[in-house]
């Protein structure tokens, strides 16, 4: 979120009075003020639903030589993600890397 001022001229007793317009932009698009709340948590969202998968898939299983897989689900409005590995150790190792609760 990147607040933005645009200088505004207003007339007042014959002369010019600098005001200043606040704009905001999330994601490099401009929102107006009463929706910033629900594009920020949209962005937040966007943001882990594009970096989480690759920071699991990215551990490596040197056993059996794989890598282990992020599954994206959603309920009820909750992203949660299954992690799938050619083992258990894999997994619990995402788990740990990630500070995820067993």
């Not at 207003?10 to 005001?19: D, I, K, N, Y």
């Not at 003020?33 to 594009?39: A, E, V």
């Not at 040197?62 to 299954?82: F, M, P, R, S």
């Amino acid at each position: 979120m990147v607040p933005i001022r645009t200088p505004l001229k207003a007339w007042r007793f014959g002369e010019t009075v600098m005001l200043s317009k606040v704009t905001f932009k999330v994601v490099g698009k401009e929102v107006h003020r009463s929706q910033l709340g629900d594009k920020l948590k949209v962005a937040a969202v966007g943001a882990v639903k594009d970096s989480l998968p690759a920071k699991i898939e990215a551990v490596h299983c040197t056993v059996h030589n794989q890598n282990a897989k992020a599954i994206l689900k959603e309920t009820e409005g909750k992203l949660n993600y299954e992690i799938q590995g050619c083992c258990d150790e894999l997994i619990e190792e995402v788990k740990r890397l990630l500070n995820w609760q067993s």
